[in-house]
């Protein structure tokens, strides 16, 4: 079922989020929480989104990125569950790009991160899993997994300027090829 968005300011985005009972995977509150986090995320138009964001303070997180999305971003990963992910950064070269959130709707930000990372988790049948991004994959994993740690990508903005409404961006900073590298 479609959930409201959590939006910035909301006391869920902030709090503690427990690790999930692998063994609860199998029960219906989990597959209750899978399907509303499916359907928002869908819904909304989401490329991510985090269970505390629909106000479920676990650490789980979904990623869908289509060939086609609206960061213009080429890089595909099929619909993947993150439960109780742990990330390992595989290198301290940074690399920027302007972000988006659905708990801060109508703004972007300008945010570095490491470009290379190793994501560990289990997935939705409980399999674990290690997956190497780069790219803009690692910056989307890496937002969607601080959402489990209360972190919001407007705390890791270092320059305020490059802190801007989607419209003023779109006329501003799109078009100056200044999303990517
Ligand atoms: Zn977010």
Redesign the pocket.
Same mark, same amino acid.
Not at 19 to 28: A, H, N, Q, Y
Not at 101 to 126: A, N
Not at 140 to 151: A, K, S, Y
């Given at each position: 079922m479609i959930q409201p968005i959590c939006r910035m300011g909301n006391p869920k985005l902030r709090s503690v989020n427990k690790d999930l009972e692998i063994d609860s995977i199998k029960g219906e509150s989990f597959g209750r929480l899978l399907a509303d986090l499916i359907d928002s995320m869908k819904h909304y138009g989401?490329i991510?989104?985090?269970a505390p964001?629909i106000g479920v303070n676990l650490r789980v997180a979904i990623i869908e990125l289509p060939e086609t999305n609206r960061y213009g971003q080429k890089i595909q990963l099929p619909l993947t569950v993150f439960i109780n992910p742990v990330i390992e950064f595989l290198t301290d070269e940074l690399q920027g790009f302007w %972000?988006?959130?659905?708990?801060?709707p109508g703004l972007r930000g300008f945010v570095e991160r490491p470009s290379k990372i190793k994501v560990s988790f289990y997935d939705e049948k409980g399999k674990f899993h290690e997956l190497i991004a780069e790219g803009f994959l690692a910056t989307v994993i890496q !937002? %969607?997994l601080? !959402?489990l740690e209360g972190v919001?990508?407007v705390d890791r903005i270092k320059d305020p300027a490059k802190f801007a409404f989607q419209e003023e961006y779109d006329q501003y900073v799109f078009n100056q090829k200044e999303i990517g590298d």
């Amino acid at each position: 079922m479609i959930q409201p968005i959590c939006r910035m300011g909301n006391p869920k985005l902030r709090s503690v989020n427990k690790d999930l009972e692998i063994d609860s995977i199998k029960g219906e509150s989990f597959g209750r929480l899978l399907a509303d986090l499916i359907d928002s995320m869908k819904h909304y138009g989401g490329i991510g989104i985090a269970a505390p964001q629909i106000g479920v303070n676990l650490r789980v997180a979904i990623i869908e990125l289509p060939e086609t999305n609206r960061y213009g971003q080429k890089i595909q990963l099929p619909l993947t569950v993150f439960i109780n992910p742990v990330i390992e950064f595989l290198t301290d070269e940074l690399q920027g790009f302007w %972000e988006g959130c659905l708990s801060v709707p109508g703004l972007r930000g300008f945010v570095e991160r490491p470009s290379k990372i190793k994501v560990s988790f289990y997935d939705e049948k409980g399999k674990f899993h290690e997956l190497i991004a780069e790219g803009f994959l690692a910056t989307v994993i890496q !937002h %969607e997994l601080d !959402h489990l740690e209360g972190v919001l990508y407007v705390d890791r903005i270092k320059d305020p300027a490059k802190f801007a409404f989607q419209e003023e961006y779109d006329q501003y900073v799109f078009n100056q090829k200044e999303i990517g590298d």
